[in-house]
Nanobody, 122 residues
Framework: QVQLVESGGGLVQPGGSLRLSCATS?????????MGWYRQPPGKQRELVAV???????EYADSVKGRFTISRNNAKTTVYLQMDSLKPEDTAVYYC???????????????WGQGTQVTVSS
C-alpha cells in the first residue's frame, strides 16, 4: 500500500523559512501524474499550495507565488516545498498530495499524507 510520508513542519517566526518534504513509501508505483502540497488553515477549507506535474510544470496559489518553491528528486518520488518569507497567514496543516497509479489499481488515484503542522508566529 502506497503511503506519503511528510516531514519538516514546525514553529517559525514571521519572515523565516521552512522546508517540507514528502516521500512515497511502500507499494509499487507505476507512474505519478502530479505531486504537491495542499494546506488547511484553522477553520477554513483545504486549499492548493503548489503542485508539480510529471513533465515538470508547476502551479502555485497566488498567495504563495514568489515565496514558496516546489521541487522534486530525480526519481520523482519525493517532493519538497521550500517556504520563505513566511507570514502568520501561512499557518496551517500542510498535506502532501499525489495523483498516482499503483499496483492493485486500474487507474490513477489521489493519495494524501497525514499532514504536518506549520505555525508562523512571533
Amino acid at each position: 500500500q502506497v503511503q506519503l510520508v511528510e516531514s519538516g513542519g514546525g514553529l517559525v517566526q514571521p519572515g523565516g523559512s521552512l522546508r517540507l518534504s514528502c516521500a512515497t513509501s511502500g507499494g509499487v508505483i507505476f507512474n505519478i501524474n502530479r505531486m504537491g502540497w495542499y494546506r488547511q488553515p484553522p477553520g477554513k477549507q483545504r486549499e492548493l499550495v503548489a503542485v508539480i506535474a510529471s513533465g515538470g510544470g508547476t502551479e502555485y496559489a497566488d498567495s504563495v507565488k514568489g515565496r514558496f518553491t516546489i521541487s522534486r528528486n530525480n526519481a520523482k518520488t519525493t517532493v519538497y516545498l521550500q517556504m520563505d518569507s513566511l507570514k502568520p497567514e501561512d499557518t496551517a496543516v500542510y498535506y502532501c498530495y499525489a495523483d498516482l497509479w499503483a499496483r492493485g489499481s486500474r487507474e490513477y488515484s489521489d493519495y494524501w499524507g497525514q499532514g504536518t503542522q506549520v505555525t508562523v508566529s512571533s
